[in-house]
Nanobody, 123 residues
Framework: VQVVESGGGLVQAGGSLRLSCAASGRSFSTYAMGWFRQAPGKEREFVAVTSWSGDKTYYADSVKDRFTISRDNAKNTVYLQMNSLKPEDTAVYYC?????????????????WGQGTQVTVSS
C-alpha cells in the first residue's frame, strides 16, 4: 500500500481545511487508516484513526469535536476534515495505514506512511 497526502495549505485561525490521502493497492479496504502530525521541534503525534470499515473512529483529545476522519473505500481515499483551526494545529500531517492496529496512538502500529502535507494556521 502506498499513500499520498494532499490538501494542505495556509489558513487563518478559525478556518477549515480538508486533507485527502489517496492509497494504492487492492487491499486498501482491509487497512485501518490514520493521521499523525509533527510540529516544528516536536515529536510526531497521533491525530485520528478510522477502522477498515469506517464504523469506528478515534481522536486525540486536542482535535476532538473539531476534526473528522472519514474514508471512501470505493475511491481508496481517507479524509481529514479540519474545522475551527488553531495556530497550534500547524504541522506536517502524515497519512498512515495499518493492517492490525492495536494501539492507534503509537506509530509502531502502522505499516505504511506518506510523505506528509504542510498545514499552517496563522493567527
Amino acid at each position: 500500500v502506498q499513500v499520498v497526502e494532499s490538501g494542505g495549505g495556509l489558513v487563518q485561525a478559525g478556518g477549515s481545511l480538508r486533507l485527502s490521502c489517496a492509497a494504492s493497492g487492492r487491499s486498501f479496504s482491509t487497512y485501518a487508516m490514520g493521521w499523525f502530525r509533527q510540529a516544528p521541534g516536536k515529536e510526531r503525534e497521533f491525530v485520528a484513526v478510522t477502522s477498515w470499515s469506517g464504523d469506528k473512529t478515534y481522536y486525540a483529545d486536542s482535535v476532538k469535536d473539531r476534526f473528522t476522519i472519514s474514508r471512501d473505500n470505493a475511491k481508496n481515499t481517507v479524509y481529514l476534515q479540519m474545522n475551527s483551526l488553531k495556530p497550534e494545529d500547524t504541522a506536517v500531517y502524515y497519512c498512515t495505514a495499518g493492517l492490525l492496529v492495536i494501539s492507534p496512538r503509537k506509530e509502531t502500529g502502522y505499516d505504511y506512511w506518506g510523505q506528509g502535507t504542510q498545514v499552517t494556521v496563522s493567527s
